[in-house]
């Protein structure tokens, strides 16, 4: 178990829809990085959020955004659903020190599935 | 996007063999990580390298930090049933906060 939570676990979209995904960090920890995992691939670095401010950001189009609350938890938002957006959505939860890079590891919750018919 | 290049893509071995498996990038890395994953999970972290040359080990699990910083090793030894799964390793840069994963390599244990 590594206190990192996301819901739903899994979720049907249809294209062009507009989806919002969930992730509660583990206690402590201020900085939560999202990636998208397709089917038979490695994980993809969508964005971090660190003290509430996107502080990273991958190759991902801007209908992909974030929120990150005061409570450290999390929002991955996706605009105008495409076919290729179905894959399985992490969210990683860090604690990291103040204005340096990362050097704690990052645990991962168990994902959301999301398919779009 | 980018991923590093991971090899053998899947293994189907018996209980009691051990397994290695590695990974290289054409980029140099800082911090190299190796992370198991199964049906349903996230990935879980096995071992964290920090150190060029570094030799890690976790029980069964050995790792190691490749002198050039552009590769890693995994080894698992005596396998059994619960080691199936889907081994990814990732590479972390300097004053970066992005990991970049590998392909996976996916382990199947037979009785």
């Known amino acids: 178990e590594t206190g990192v939570t996301q819901s739903p676990t899994h979720l049907i979209k249809t294209r062009g829809q507009q989806v919002t995904l969930r992730c509660s960090s583990q206690?402590?920890?201020?900085?939560v990085s999202w990636y998208q995992q397709a089917l038979g691939q490695g994980p993809q670095f969508i964005f971090q959020?660190?003290?509430?401010?996107?502080?990273g950001r991958g190759n991902f189009p801007p209908r992909f955004s974030g929120l990150q609350f005061p409570n450290y938890s999390s929002e991955l938002n996706v605009n105008a659903l495409e076919l290729d957006d179905s894959a399985l959505y992490l969210c990683?939860?860090?604690?990291?020190?103040?204005?340096?890079?990362?050097?704690?590891?990052?645990?991962f919750g168990p994902g959301t599935r999301l398919t779009v018919l | 996007g980018q991923q590093l290049n991971q090899s053998p893509q899947s293994m189907f071995i018996q209980e009691g063999e051990d397994v290695s498996m590695n990974c290289t990038s054409s980029?140099?890395?800082?911090?190299w990580l190796w992370y198991k994953q199964e049906p349903g999970e996230g990935p879980v972290l096995l071992i964290a390298?920090?150190?060029?040359?570094e030799l890690t080990s976790n029980g069964r699990l050995t790792a190691q930090f490749g002198i050039t910083r552009k590769d890693s090793f995994l080894n698992i030894s005596a396998s059994i049933p619960s080691d199936v799964g889907i081994y990814f390793c990732?590479?972390?840069?300097?004053?970066?906060?992005?990991?970049?994963f590998g392909t996976g390599t996916r382990l199947q244990v037979f009785p």
């Open positions: 959020y660190y003290r509430e401010e996107e502080n």
């Open positions: 390298l920090y150190k060029a040359g």
């Open positions: 990732a590479g972390l840069s300097y004053n970066t906060d992005k990991l970049i």
């Open positions: 980029s140099i890395f800082n911090t």
């Open positions: 206690s402590g920890h201020n900085t």
């Open positions: 990683a939860s860090i604690k990291k020190r103040s204005g340096g890079p990362l050097t704690d590891t990052q645990y």
